[in-house]
């Protein structure tokens, strides 16, 4: 256990390193007792409904990078303040990960792979260990549903042996970001940085090569799930909205990365837009619309459990984190 | 496992009651697997660290009551628009409650006690379970530290067979809070409403009878926490200062509500209050403290995990929730 480990050790250093020191400290017979394994945190997953159907968010774990040079557009100052007056670290950049599953009863679908295996010590790569805590088993997933095709996305598409992370689920790709990625005259059409991602995405996809899907823009990708044509990010992004019954949400993938920056200030540009006016226009589109229709969202780079709604503020967006209930 | 479940059931009727309907649905021999006990939702408890010392947040469930008079001084329709500004229900009042524990390595503290034992099926009650997760044993609590008497936070003092829930703790309550509530004859002189708390508090504090200390306002009350008093919602309503090394954060217990109503609009008056005007002025003081100080606070009332930081905006407060993070 955490808590008595850490009072045993301190109790027991204070006492070895200064016997004469006389506190008035409580020695309590029960802190003696062995330590269980008992988690550091809590699980990271959460549930709630979305008519009947279930939605699971689960994290991925986060990465800290430079601040500087995140947003191309503004003084590093004016992005600073804006992630003050969030309470968010200002000499880095900190990136959640969090993955939406949605259970339909016919289907159990993944949006997005999340980081996969990564090192140890590494700060992603929860999402398997989150996956068990939550009881889903990526051998029961029946669909992938990708929103685009950055590493940090279609990585944990392959398992730690590089076969299929997902063996039984046929795989749902945005026809517009296969058509770009899966072309390689593409290759030095693409900004630098982004290159990368025509060898990657094509390792990561090719166990799923006989039972792979593509959707165009504003179709039916299973019944309750439609794509939301939402380029910019990358060149096919696609949001993905859920419907059952009168309850609806969209999954808003990378319209933004986190919310508290970037839906504060849809204007900044980011290194990881591919075309950011593009990018920014499709933000203040996909946004207005959920904010005027209050639907509820869940973003890949939201804080976990990186489900709530977007309302209109100032010239821009802020994100109003769902209640948070254990009555699901 | 209950997306296993759920999916095997609704897939087996939807055969049942209608063989002859012909859909594309997938049949995985994996779902046929025998389902485990798997949680429906994450446990509730979020741990941080302020310095060197380990706080915990255990929820504790919620209740959703009539809206309707809740707040006094304010119309029905005023009250809603505020609950739809932060994407809450405009029909009910829902009010969770979660509760506060502090490591400090030579005492683990509890805040408060929560609802204690309910009847079955109580939406509250669930602090006991989500200790457990969080590996919180009450027998090694050595100080359970009191912000006031009301029922919600007194009533777990006792356990199911109304004996001393933290059998090992001392009981430190505030010096104003007890000469209140400890002399009947103040019975008369306040609110009808709050008149059950002067045998409620009794009854739940006597096990503790004999390790009882009275903390007066500004005091030490261990190492690293000193009262603060906050006095209005009960005659000695008194939040905590919690420091170790650079890092502080404040368990400002019910100087407010849900914040997402009562901060927002601190003229509010709510029906718990004792006296509304002064909890009114001690809202504005403790509030201004913790956001110009940009202190880190924990709240009964607050939405879980209960952790953030309150932020000047408009005539009132805004509740930033601190980032979510898996490393504590």
Not at 162 to 183: K, S
Not at 230 to 255: K, L, R
Not at 287 to 294: E, K, L, N, Q, S
Request: proline residues 7%; hydrophobic residues 45%; glycine residues 8%.
């Amino acid at each position: 256990m955490k808590i008595g480990r850490r009072s045993i050790f301190l109790a027991g250093s204070a006492l070895l390193a200064s016997p004469a020191i006389i506190r008035p400290a409580i020695i309590r017979p029960a802190m003696a007792q062995p330590a269980t394994t008992l988690p550091a945190q809590t699980p990271g997953f959460y549930r709630f409904k979305v008519g009947s159907f279930t939605v699971t968010t689960v994290h991925d774990g986060f990465v800290a990078r430079p601040l500087e040079g995140f947003v191309r557009n503004a003084p590093l100052a004016e992005v600073q303040g804006v992630l003050r007056d969030a309470f968010l670290p200002q000499d880095r950049m900190v990136i959640p990960y969090t993955v939406t599953f949605l259970d339909t009863g016919r289907d159990l679908v993944v949006f997005d792979s999340g980081n996969g295996v990564t090192p140890a010590g590494a700060t992603i790569g929860r999402m398997i260990a989150n996956m068990r805590s939550a009881g889903i088993d990526p051998a029961k997933v029946t669909r992938v549903v990708m929103s685009h095709f950055h590493g940090d996305h279609v990585n944990g598409l392959l398992n730690a042996e590089g076969l299929a992370a997902f063996p039984n689920a046929e795989v749902i790709v945005p026809e517009a970001e296969i058509a770009w990625w899966g072309d390689a005259t593409n290759e030095t059409r693409s900004p630098e940085g982004q290159r990368a991602n025509f060898a990657n995405s094509a390792r990561r996809l090719a166990p799923y090569a006989a039972r792979m899907r593509r959707v165009g823009p504003d179709s039916e990708v299973i019944p309750g799930v439609r794509s939301v044509a939402a380029y910019g990010h990358t060149p096919g992004h696609t949001c993905y909205h859920i419907a059952d019954g009168a309850e609806q949400m969209m999954f808003v993938a990378d319209t933004t990365n986190r919310p508290e920056l970037l839906a504060r200030r849809p204007e900044f540009h980011i290194i990881f837009d591919f075309d950011a006016v593009a990018a920014e226009a499709t933000r203040r589109r996909i946004y207005d619309r959920v904010a005027t229709d209050r639907i509820r969202v869940t973003g890949y780079h939201f804080p976990f459990p990186a489900n709530g709604y977007l309302t209109k503020e100032g010239s821009g967006y802020r994100f109003v984190a769902a209640d948070w209930t254990g009555a699901v």
